[in-house]
């Protein structure tokens, strides 16, 4: 069998999907899908909505030929429906959710019910975005807007024989353009409400006969649709920049190597919280003259300094296309930095209570190469090899309010005239009777401050072959195997006394002091050493809150002393190695249908805690009632003398997700209609979940999480320049078992947060005035998810209720679209997104360190605003 050679310079593993895997086999070289003006090119390549068309070889290929589930948008819808990030990708794509959440940095990227918050860098995605080949490996490095892209693939389910550890969910990929020997490009500038500013251009073209350039950016500012009402400055504003570089060269009809260099920065007020239930920490708040945001979406805050949102990100990449004979061989190289801060009020209100920073810093390099062969018998294989070498510095503290000590006071019961008078009041008995100096609880500057690092490097082999036996049926057989390495250091200071105590030995301490018949017991030593009944009997008091007063005080302890990471017992690595398969049958029934079905396995490498969160494992420690060292029994942290005051155990890290599915899919193609079907079952085992508990993050492994569903999308064109589109995606999620979740057991519960139907459509309208050459496309699109939970409860305020209180959320969004092209290249437009305003919660969480409050993130209002641009 002969297979059709994509000339050009595009992404890697994505090209290989348009290309390569779009008919099921091994193509010996990359999809480079060029402008589909260049169609007149020697060796150009035109992409629509529906057709992939390599004019190099005069072969055509068509999204029904896939045998995947892909959804494709053009650079051409993405232009129309003013997509201007990823953010707003997944209001045409139902099988993907992306929400952004405490900083500008923060987002999530979910496909089929499955992926992974991006607020602890320690964890590694399950959805892998890759930007012309190039991995992405953290959300803040993939945020910037869109300048010209050529497409957007999103690749559903399990994608590790091409995409290694970290397409365990899925992949999202986006093309950019490459350059031009023609001389081109285009401007646009656009105006919106909330003052809005968008400017973003390109050129390209030949700076010799071997040698093409381009440069494109974009500068997006526009003002907070939220106000920090005490402080009357606004939040959740846009302000940010792009700009890339790309060189071309293209000594001969065999040889190509294209280098891009870009920079982003963000700079921005990031993000809105609201209150959806008060808690009794309200009052206290209230007291000392304290105010938070109570109507959800009136879009108010209340904080006491305005949080600051600064992401860098830049680097470059040099991919390598050569062609000798029957072989085709490619090289990628890249480097990426990614510099992250944010100081964040994350109390929420506008007392001094707490403030946290992060100071981020993330490296790294990748080489990928791969060989492929284009024979023209049954047999073609693609083999290839990539390394990736990572490193991860972070340095965070939180700090203290100068009014955290009074709201404790409160709600330790303490008299508010003597709080806010300055009188001595409870805090001040508490130090007195543990013999702290006084004013020294909750008076530190930090309440924690951290240091953390990892180094991450791992290589993979990776490869298909394909058999045709016949004509129409391609039988392929891929694998992948990788390996992973992290080394991992963490060490922090808890500086705050009240936390470095433990209240149970606490009592014993000063219980066995105060009685002369027993010797005063400040170590385990000396406690392990009294009789049994005596150990019992000091036990059963200091745990007892009508006698050991200071057991409430544990809810104040929210910084404990923290073991630092590697140490004698824990070593800081993790060591994993995978091989992942996929085998798949695709036959092309007709020139009309197509038909496959698949079997492929996944695979992601462990997570590691980077966080104040991070605790030893259960293996490692275990502690006594109440947290006590002196009670706790045996393990290997405490009999080498690591045991430190009010040490639990946790997490480090998070094992490997394993996943499988079964997919089988139909695909049609007419004239004036296509559609594309696809019926899977998905399973991840050891799902990485990463859960906020009211104080901090738990990661844990989930034992077994599993979805069954379809995806179907179809296009219909009835008549000359109208054409609808619809996407569904049904899903049927369980938690197989979660045995130790946050929650509790939820082996046999729906994972929440996961709508069951999600719905895509549009219709656009292309209005020709005569031969004139103008045109006024009018584009409209809705998005719908249905009502859903949006998590499985809160571990504190859920917890206090039986779950008996989860919030839902449900989407119905409407954007539209009307632009007036003119045959001399000017274009105007308008646009709104969110046409009817809809509002729903983004998402819920615990209050921070306020039990009984529930925080969450409102949705963004209705956007509109107007466009000029020239193409030239």
């Known amino acids: 069998m002969k297979f059709t050679a994509f000339n050009g310079g595009a992404t890697p593993r994505a090209a290989l999907y348009a290309g390569v895997a779009a008919l099921g086999l091994s193509v010996p070289s990359v999809a480079f899908a060029q402008d589909a003006d260049d169609a007149g090119a020697e060796e150009a390549a035109e992409f629509d909505d529906d057709i992939i068309i390599v004019t190099g070889t005069k072969r055509e290929t068509t999204l029904q030929e896939t045998p995947i589930s892909v959804s494709v948008t053009s650079g051409e819808t993405l232009e129309n429906a003013q997509i201007r990030d990823v953010l707003d990708l997944q209001t045409v794509t139902p099988s993907l959710r992306v929400s952004q959440l405490q900083t500008s940095s923060a987002s999530t990227f979910i496909i089929r019910g499955f992926g992974n918050g991006d607020n602890n860098f320690g964890i590694e995605p399950s959805v892998g975005v890759f930007i012309d080949g190039v991995f992405r490996s953290r959300s803040a490095a993939a945020l910037s807007d869109l300048p010209n892209v050529q497409r957007i693939e999103v690749l559903n389910g399990p994608q590790s024989t091409l995409f290694g550890k970290n397409a365990s969910a899925g992949v999202i990929s986006v093309i950019t353009r490459e350059p031009q020997f023609e001389f081109g490009g285009s401007v646009e500038a656009s105006y919106g409400n909330f003052n809005n500013i968008l400017i973003k251009g390109d050129v390209t073209g030949p700076l010799s006969e071997t040698i093409a350039f381009s440069i494109d950016g974009s500068y997006n500012k526009r003002d907070g649709y939220a106000t920090i009402v005490n402080l009357n400055e606004e939040q959740n504003n846009r302000n940010r920049w792009a700009a890339r570089g790309q060189l071309l060269f293209e000594p001969s009809t065999n040889f190509k190597a294209r280098a891009i260099f870009d920079y982003s920065k963000i700079d921005e007020v990031c993000c809105q919280v609201a209150t959806l239930v008060s808690g009794p920490v309200t009052g206290a708040i209230n007291a000392v003259g304290g105010q938070l945001s109570t109507d959800f979406f009136d879009y108010e805050a209340f904080l006491n300094f305005v949080p600051t949102n600064e992401v860098d990100n830049y680097g470059g990449s040099l991919q390598m296309d050569y062609e000798a004979g029957a072989l085709s061989f490619t090289s990628i190289t890249s480097y990426r930095k990614l510099e992250n801060f944010f100081l964040s009020d994350i109390d929420y209100t506008s007392a001094d209570i707490a403030t946290e920073t992060r100071d981020q810093e993330v490296k790294t390099f990748t080489q990928e190469f791969r060989v492929a062969s284009d024979f023209d018998g049954p047999i073609n294989f693609l083999l290839g090899g990539y390394y990736f070498d990572e490193k991860i510095t972070q340095d965070s503290a939180i700090q203290n309010g100068s009014q955290i000590r009074d709201v404790f006071e409160l709600l330790a019961g303490g008299n508010p005239v003597d709080i806010l008078t300055g009188a001595p009041s409870v805090f001040n008995a508490v130090e007195a009777g543990l013999g702290l100096p006084q004013e020294s609880i909750f008076r530190t500057p930090l309440l924690s401050q951290e240091t953390f690092a990892m180094d991450n490097t791992s290589y993979s082999i990776f490869g298909t072959v394909d058999f045709e036996p016949f004509d129409g049926l391609v039988l392929t057989g891929g694998f992948n195997?990788?390996?992973?390495?992290?080394?991992?250091?963490?060490?922090?200071?808890?500086?705050?006394?009240?936390?470095?105590?433990?209240?149970?030995?606490?009592?014993?301490?000063?219980?066995?002091?105060?009685?002369?018949?027993?010797?005063?017991?400040?170590?385990?030593?000396?406690?392990?050493?009294?009789?049994?009944?005596?150990?019992?009997?000091?036990?059963?008091?200091?745990?007892?809150?009508?006698?050991?007063?200071?057991?409430?005080?544990?809810?104040?302890?929210?910084?404990?002393?923290?073991?630092?990471?590697?140490?004698?017992?824990?070593?800081?690595?993790?060591?994993?190695?995978?091989?992942?398969?996929?085998?798949?049958?695709?036959?092309?029934?007709?020139?009309?249908?197509?038909?496959?079905?698949?079997?492929?396995?996944?695979?992601?490498?462990?997570?590691?805690?980077?966080?104040?969160?991070?605790?030893?494992?259960?293996?490692?420690?275990?502690?006594?009632?109440?947290?006590?060292?002196?009670?706790?029994?045996?393990?290997?942290?405490?009999?080498?003398?690591?045991?430190?005051?009010?040490?639990?155990?946790?997490?480090?890290?998070?094992?490997?997700?394993?996943?499988?599915?079964?997919?089988?899919?139909?695909?049609?193609?007419?004239?004036?209609?296509?559609?594309?079907?696809?019926?899977?079952?998905?399973?991840?085992?050891?799902?990485?979940?990463?859960?906020?508990?009211?104080?901090?993050?738990?990661?844990?492994?989930?034992?077994?999480?599993?979805?069954?569903?379809?995806?179907?999308?179809?296009?219909?064109?009835?008549?000359?320049?109208?054409?609808?589109?619809?996407?569904?995606?049904?899903?049927?999620?369980?938690?197989?078992?979660?045995?130790?979740?946050?929650?509790?057991?939820?082996?046999?519960?729906?994972?929440?947060?996961?709508?069951?139907?999600?719905?895509?459509?549009?219709?656009?309208?292309?209005?020709?005035?005569?031969?004139?050459?103008?045109?006024?496309?009018?584009?409209?699109?809705?998005?719908?998810?249905?009502?859903?939970?949006?998590?499985?409860?809160?571990?504190?305020?859920?917890?206090?209720?039986?779950?008996?209180?989860?919030?839902?959320?449900?989407?119905?969004?409407?954007?539209?679209?009307?632009?007036?092209?003119?045959?001399?290249?000017?274009?105007?437009?308008?646009?709104?997104?969110?046409?009817?305003?809809?509002?729903?919660?983004?998402?819920?969480?615990?209050?921070?360190?306020?039990?009984?409050?529930?925080?969450?993130?409102?949705?963004?209002?209705?956007?509109?605003?107007?466009?000029?641009?020239?193409?030239?």
């Open 481 to 872: 195997y990788t390996d992973d390495k992290k080394d991992f250091a963490l060490s922090q200071l808890s500086p705050d006394p009240l936390g470095q105590i433990n209240l149970v030995d606490a009592f014993i301490t000063g219980a066995t002091a105060a009685n002369p018949m027993l010797p005063t017991v400040t170590s385990r030593a000396g406690f392990q050493a009294l009789p049994q009944v005596v150990q019992d009997q000091l036990l059963a008091a200091a745990l007892d809150p009508t006698i050991n007063t200071l057991l409430p005080l544990a809810g104040f302890q929210f910084q404990p002393p923290f073991l630092t990471i590697p140490n004698a017992v824990e070593d800081g690595k993790t060591r994993d190695d995978k091989f992942t398969y996929l085998l798949r049958a695709a036959y092309q029934v007709s020139n009309e249908i197509n038909v496959y079905a698949s079997y492929a396995t996944g695979f992601k490498a462990s997570s590691v805690n980077l966080s104040r969160d991070s605790r030893p494992s259960g293996t490692d420690f275990v502690a006594g009632p109440g947290g006590s060292t002196f009670a706790a029994p045996s393990s290997p942290i405490l009999d080498a003398g690591l045991a430190i005051p009010n040490l639990r155990t946790g997490s480090r890290f998070a094992g490997p997700e394993n996943a499988e599915v079964y997919e089988v899919g139909l695909k049609g193609q007419w004239d004036g209609f296509g559609f594309n079907v696809a019926l899977f079952d998905q399973t991840i085992k050891g799902f990485q979940s990463l859960a906020f508990t009211g104080t901090g993050f738990a990661l844990q492994n989930a034992g077994q999480q599993s979805v069954k569903g379809f995806e179907f999308d179809s296009t219909i064109n009835p008549t000359d320049g109208l054409v609808f589109t619809f996407a569904m995606t049904y899903l049927d999620p369980l938690f197989d078992s979660f045995p130790g979740s946050v929650l509790g057991d939820l082996t046999g519960v729906q994972p929440a947060g996961i709508p069951e139907i999600a719905i895509s459509t549009s219709a656009t309208y292309t209005h020709e005035f005569g031969g004139s050459g103008n045109m006024l496309v009018t584009r409209i699109d809705y998005s719908h998810e249905s009502n859903t939970p949006i998590n499985n409860g809160l571990p504190t305020f859920n917890a206090q209720l039986g779950n008996t209180q989860i919030f839902n959320r449900e989407l119905n969004l409407v954007n539209a679209s009307m632009t007036f092209k003119m045959d001399n290249g000017i274009e105007i437009g308008a646009f709104a997104r969110n046409l009817f305003n809809d509002q729903f919660i983004t998402t819920v969480f615990d209050g921070v360190a306020q039990a009984g409050t529930v925080s969450g993130y409102p949705s963004a209002p209705r956007t509109y605003g107007g466009l000029v641009r020239f193409k030239f």
